[in-house]
């Protein structure tokens, strides 16, 4: 959801705003 210092969690924020702009 939030920009990280985790690899994960970019991918995640990334996934997360990708869904946003989806819906």
Do not use: D, I, N, T
């Not at 959801?1 to 819906?23: D, F, I, M, T």
């Amino acid at each position: 959801g939030e920009v990280l210092l985790s690899p994960g969690a970019v991918l995640e924020h990334r996934q997360a705003r990708y869904w946003r702009g989806c819906r």
